[in-house]
């Protein structure tokens, strides 16, 4: 994971069960090396013990609004003024409607009605009171504020239930942090983006594949949203969750995807083709299983239409930036797909270097040469991608 540049942050406990999972977020901040303040509320006290906090953090614990350790008595100033950023982990559905109202009764509370610097809300609680209209108005009232909410994710429940409420995970709050620091370099840009593999099926059981996992693409998409954008991802058969907030076209074959991305592509700023599309499909696909014989077996296959390059051909295109996976000679060779396509930008990587991997190293080719990405992971390589391709989008056209 990149580092976060947040230094010192204010992490606050609201009274709720999953108060727990609060424990290893403070280890885990601590870890990237974080300066964690703790401040509880009074409810938050009955689930987990300051002393706890304290000894992750290697901080004093802040509960009482009175505490005489602060010289000048203002411990809801003195500590606001110290954070880069206050997380409110959990926060449960009476602490929001407090935020909302900007209620000052504890210590906690005050803080962040005093603060200067920005606010982050990770909701915990049962699904009904999450969907309860009156939370539902309360979380909108935040967004409006400018307060960023995290999660909250979908599962089962301490009360039993399953559903929408409970607390993201320490790792995904974390990644929420990171998220929430990257630039906005692409906001209100609209971004279409293809991701994994095409299967073109031989018979009811038998396909012709490749071993794209879609995780380029899926954080390409991922990083994409953290920067601002709108985000339409149309994606092959793979076996990894999108990136919330992105609008989801699932497809199967090669034609599936070429018709889902004509069907979006209007009002696009971007493409991005990272999909591993099929070159080629069968010519005929056989109703019942194709039964193995001994004999030989012939299957004709006719090529799919390029999708990059019917894009690209398009009146008035969006910026298309494509991806080429080879096996040898990658510059010479996607050098030449970018000038047969007339795109702006290609992204070259090695094949085998990047299928089904977690990170990889890419080189980008514009108008200006090629620019290498040394080996991260994916998500850091999308991030230095979409960072070029929106200085290239503010560059002045001649």
Known sequence: MAEITIKKILLGITGGIAAYKAAELVRLLVKQGMDVQVVMTESACKFITPVTMQALSGKRVFTNMWDESIPNGMPHIELSREADAILIAPASADFIAKLVHGAADDLLSTLCLARDCPL?????????MWENPATQRNITQLLKDGIQILGPDSGEQACGETGLGRMLEPTDLLAGL??????????GKHILITAGPTVEALDP??????????????????????????????????????PKSSHIVQVKSAKDMLNAVMANISQQDIFISVAAVADYRPASTSAQKIKKNAQALSIELLPNEDILATVADMKN??????????????LQYAEEK???KKLPLIVAN??????????????????????????????????????????MMNQPKL
Not at 178 to 187: D, G, R, S, Y
């Open 317 to 330: 295109p969006p910026l298309c930036v494509g991806f080429a996976a080879e096996s040898e000679n990658l």
């Open 120 to 128: 982050i809300v990770a909701p915990a609680m049962n699904k009904q």
């Open 338 to 340: 970018r000038k047969k």
């Open 350 to 391: 090695i094949a085998s270097e990047a299928f089904g991997q977690d990170d990889n190293a890419i080189t980008l080719l514009d108008d200006q040469g090629s620019h290498d990405l040394p080996r991260a992971s994916k998500l850091v390589l999308a991030r230095m991608l979409l960072q070029h391709i929106a200085t």
């Open 205 to 242: 059981v038998r396909a012709i594949t490749n071993f794209s996992s879609g995780k380029m693409g899926y954080s390409i998409a991922q990083a994409a949203i953290e920067m601002g954008a709108e985000v339409t991802l149309v994606s092959g058969p793979v076996a990894i969750d999108a």
């Open 178 to 187: 990171e998220a929430f620091q990257q630039p906005k370099l692409l906001a």
